[in-house]
C-alpha cells in the first residue's frame, strides 16, 4: 500500500497535468483559419478563391474590427507581383481606402509603407522618375506622395527633337556617302 499511493498519485499528476494541456489548448478563431486558408490559396496562385475566402468572412462577421481588416489582405493580394488579374493602381486605390476608413487599423502602418511602395513601383512601371507623396485622410499618419512625371507635351516635344537630331546625323551621312560615291566614281579625279 505504501509503494501504490505515491505510484497512484504520480500517475493521477501525469494524467493531470496532460488534461489541463488540453484544456488550454484553445482552437484557432475564425479570423486566425481565415487568414490561414488565404495565405494557403495566395501561396499557390489561388487569389480568386483568397478573395472569396476574406468576402465570405466579412460576410459572417460584418462591423467587427477583423471585417475591417481584410481590406488591407485585399489589397495587399491585389498588389502581390505574382497575382496575374492584380495591378499597383487597384491595389493602392484599396490601400486609399483601408487607410481612410480605419484610422487605427491593426496594420496602418503596414499599409502606409506598402502603399509608399507600390506608388514608387507605379512611377517605376511606367518610366517615370518618381516621388513618394501620400495624402491619405487620417489623423495618425500624414505622408505625402508626389509623382513627378514629365507632362505629355513635354515627351512629345523630347521626342520631336531626338527625332530632328537623328534627322540631322542622317543628313550628314547621306552627304558623305553621296561624296564617297562620286571620289570611287571618279577615281583620277
Not at 84 to 98: F, R, W
Request: hydrophobic share 40%.
Amino acid at each position: 500500500m505504501k509503494i501504490i499511493l505515491p505510484t497512484m498519485i504520480g500517475v493521477l499528476t501525469v494524467i493531470g497535468c496532460a488534461q489541463l494541456e488540453k484544456a488550454t489548448t484553445r482552437e484557432p478563431s475564425d479570423w486566425e483559419k481565415t487568414l490561414y486558408y488565404a495565405r494557403t490559396n495566395v501561396d499557390a496562385n489561388k487569389y480568386f478563391a483568397a478573395d472569396k475566402l476574406l468576402d465570405e468572412y466579412v460576410r459572417l462577421h460584418p462591423g467587427t474590427r477583423e471585417a475591417n481588416e481584410i481590406a488591407f489582405w485585399k489589397a495587399a493580394y491585389i498588389l502581390d507581383p505574382a497575382n496575374d488579374h492584380g495591378s499597383l493602381s487597384d491595389g493602392i486605390a484599396q490601400l486609399d481606402g483601408y487607410l481612410a476608413a480605419n484610422p487605427q487599423g491593426l496594420y496602418r502602418n503596414e499599409a502606409t509603407l506598402l502603399r509608399r511602395t507600390a506608388a514608387v513601383a507605379q512611377g517605376a512601371a511606367n518610366g517615370a522618375k518618381t516621388t513618394v507623396v501620400d495624402t491619405v485622410a487620417g489623423p495618425a499618419t500624414k505622408d505625402t506622395v508626389v509623382v513627378v512625371r514629365k507632362s505629355r507635351d513635354e515627351e512629345i516635344a523630347n521626342l520631336k527633337e531626338q527625332l530632328a537630331k537623328s534627322k540631322d546625323e542622317l543628313a550628314k551621312v547621306s552627304a558623305e556617302l553621296e561624296r564617297i560615291k562620286k571620289r570611287l566614281a571618279n577615281p583620277n579625279g
